[in-house]
């Protein structure tokens, strides 16, 4: 495993237990070069979710890529991390066909910042609705004011 602080290609296992009642495995990795200690996830992939993009092609689903998307949106906010990342790598095992549109992914999480914190539901939304106008943007945050 790569380290993500200084990308060396040698780590160390420090710790291992079962994570996801038993659905996979968490390790905590210590590199070999600058000592730093990262967590990996490892669990077992039978059959990929394959996503379906706006413009047509499909590909694998990569919780990373959706983590990343949610860190951003909560970036000096206060939501756990943590919970971030148990939806990102959780989210494979609740959807319940082979293939899933990247619309259905974007709605989803939306569904899952909006009661975390309102500016990272709507730094996410900006995004993923693709505003196009600032009324647009204020329509969204009148919608969010209302709804309290």
Do not use: H, W
């Not at 494979?92 to 066909?97: G, K, L, M, N, S």
């Not at 505003?131 to 004011?145: A, N, P, V, Y």
């Amino acid at each position: 495993m790569r380290c993500p602080y200084c990308s060396a290609p040698d780590s160390k296992v420090v710790n291992s237990r079962p994570s996801d009642d038993g659905a996979s495995i968490r390790r905590r990795r210590e590199c070999l070069n600058c000592a730093r200690r990262f967590t990996t996830y490892e669990r077992a992939q039978l059959e990929p979710l394959m996503v379906v993009k706006r413009s047509g092609p499909r590909e694998a689903f990569n919780p990373d890529k959706l983590l990343r998307g949610l860190v951003l949106a909560t970036e000096k906010r206060p939501v756990d991390q943590d919970l971030l990342r148990a939806f990102a790598y959780g989210f494979e095992d609740e959807v319940q066909a082979s293939e899933i549109r990247s619309e259905e992914i974007g709605r989803r999480a939306m569904t899952f910042l909006r009661p975390l914190d309102d500016v990272a539901y709507i730094r996410f939304a900006s995004v993923y609705r693709d505003f196009d106008s600032l009324e647009r943007f204020i329509e969204e945050i009148r919608g969010l004011k209302d709804e309290q």
